[in-house]
């Protein structure tokens, strides 16, 4: 299978990043300029695993199970390392960089959700957070490959931060994990945005998990708090959405968003911090409570406003929109 979907390059790969940085006459991702050693071994954790995202199988195939035995099988497997959530979905061209080439035929979804207290810490602690998540993704995917070569006998590669071929948030809707929102982000029942993904691609004999609908993207039309929230202005309002395959999908305007979330030296996250999906479908009385405080403190702060409470440099205009937490 050849692959067909265009997928966004990160930080000094990104030619949009470097073109942002050559108008400012920046030499370095003011974010990444910003030496956080915590977030660093972080980095360093999956970059230690990009060797071993694939390898040679060295077990034979055993008894052949059906589809629904092997998936339900792997799915234990990958709770049991440390996945909050396993969703599968048939690999497609459209799930794929293009010009990647696999004869694999089932992607495998984990995620690993972000603890919403550290919303309440600060950007820093947000921002570490966020790739301690990711390192964590990592290892579980690395491991989860390894075993289907090592134990099923079946070809299998992890994607994730260390170096992945497969297009997130399509795969992440396709296996079932949630709907998607209007700050570009798949929302969950359970964890609402909150999570990091990886993925692990295979010719094990696998069953297909469905798309959900819960009315996330309902709620999102009348929801402006992740529009209005945002210090770039970068999130379209809700009639502004486009239709792929059926699924709405409003888009993020990446330029925009950068001035925020690369541009300036702190963590930004704030359409996901925001989002009420943390609490509204799972009840959990305890991140609605951390939720209000942490709409509290951003009500204080105003919008067009970063974390750190300086105005972003964006000049998106956010400061003209209404100011309605609700």
């Given at each position: 299978?050849?692959?067909?979907?265009?997928?966004?390059?990160?930080?000094?790969?990104?030619?949009?990043?470097?073109?942002?940085?050559?108008?400012?006459?920046?030499?370095?991702?003011?974010?990444?300029?910003?030496?956080?050693?915590?977030?660093?071994?972080?980095?360093?954790?999956?970059?230690?695993?990009?060797?071993?995202?694939?390898?040679?199988?060295?077990?034979?195939?055993?008894?052949?199970?059906?589809?629904?035995?092997?998936?339900?099988?792997?799915?234990?497997?990958?709770?049991?390392?440390?996945?909050?959530?396993?969703?599968?979905?048939?690999?497609?061209?459209?799930?794929?960089?293009?010009?990647?080439?696999?004869?694999?035929?089932?992607?495998?979804?984990?995620?690993?959700?972000?603890?919403?207290?550290?919303?309440?810490?600060?950007?820093?602690?947000?921002?570490?957070?966020?790739f301690r998540v990711y390192a964590r993704c990592?290892?579980?995917?690395?491991?989860?490959?390894?075993?289907?070569?090592?134990?099923?006998?079946?070809?299998?590669?992890?994607?994730?931060?260390?170096?992945?071929?497969?297009?997130?948030?399509?795969?992440?809707?396709?296996?079932?994990?949630?709907?998607?929102?209007?700050?570009?982000?798949?929302?969950?029942?359970?964890?609402?945005?909150?999570?990091?993904?990886?993925?692990?691609?295979?010719?094990?004999?696998?069953?297909?998990?469905?798309?959900?609908?819960?009315?996330?993207?309902?709620?999102?039309?009348?929801c402006r708090l992740c529009t209005q929230a945002?210090?770039?202005?970068?999130?379209?309002?809700?009639?502004?959405?486009?239709?792929?395959?059926?699924?709405?999908?409003?888009?993020?305007?990446?330029?925009?968003?950068?001035?925020?979330?690369?541009?300036?030296?702190?963590?930004?996250?704030?359409?996901?911090?925001?989002?009420?999906?943390?609490?509204?479908?799972?009840?959990?009385?305890?991140?609605?409570?951390?939720?209000?405080?942490?709409?509290?403190?951003?009500?204080?702060?105003?919008?067009?406003?970063?974390?750190?409470?300086?105005?972003?440099?964006a000049g998106s205009g956010a400061k003209d929109?209404?100011?309605?937490?609700?």
């Amino acid at each position: 299978m050849k692959g067909t979907s265009w997928i966004r390059r990160q930080d000094m790969e990104d030619p949009l990043l470097n073109r942002l940085l050559q108008e400012r006459g920046l030499d370095d991702v003011p974010f990444f300029a910003r030496r956080l050693p915590a977030r660093e071994a972080h980095m360093r954790r999956w970059a230690e695993l990009a060797p071993a995202r694939d390898g040679e199988v060295t077990a034979k195939p055993g008894k052949s199970e059906s589809p629904a035995a092997a998936t339900a099988s792997i799915k234990n497997q990958a709770l049991d390392l440390g996945a909050d959530m396993v969703g599968i979905a048939g690999l497609q061209p459209d799930f794929l960089e293009i010009g990647a080439e696999l004869d694999h035929h089932w992607v495998i979804a984990i995620t690993v959700h972000e603890h919403y207290d550290k919303v309440l810490g600060g950007p820093d602690a947000v921002d570490v957070e966020a790739f301690r998540v990711y390192a964590r993704c990592a290892e579980i995917s690395t491991e989860l490959a390894r075993h289907i070569r090592a134990n099923l006998g079946h070809k299998a590669r992890a994607h994730h931060n260390g170096g992945t071929e497969i297009q997130a948030v399509p795969v992440l809707h396709q296996a079932g994990f949630g709907e998607l929102g209007k700050h570009g982000s798949l929302i969950n029942p359970e964890f609402g945005a909150s999570f990091r993904p990886a993925f692990v691609t295979t010719t094990l004999p696998l069953q297909a998990d469905a798309p959900i609908n819960f009315g996330v993207q309902d709620y999102c039309t009348k929801c402006r708090l992740c529009t209005q929230a945002c210090p770039a202005g970068a999130i379209a309002g809700s009639a502004e959405f486009i239709t792929t395959g059926g699924v709405k999908r409003w888009l993020v305007d990446i330029e925009k968003c950068y001035t925020a979330c690369r541009l300036r030296p702190e963590y930004c996250h704030l359409c996901v911090d925001v989002c009420p999906y943390i609490h509204k479908e799972n009840g959990n009385a305890e991140t609605k409570n951390i939720f209000k405080t942490f709409l509290a403190e951003r009500k204080a702060a105003g919008f067009g406003v970063a974390k750190s409470g300086a105005a972003s440099s964006a000049g998106s205009g956010a400061k003209d929109r209404p100011r309605d937490f609700r």
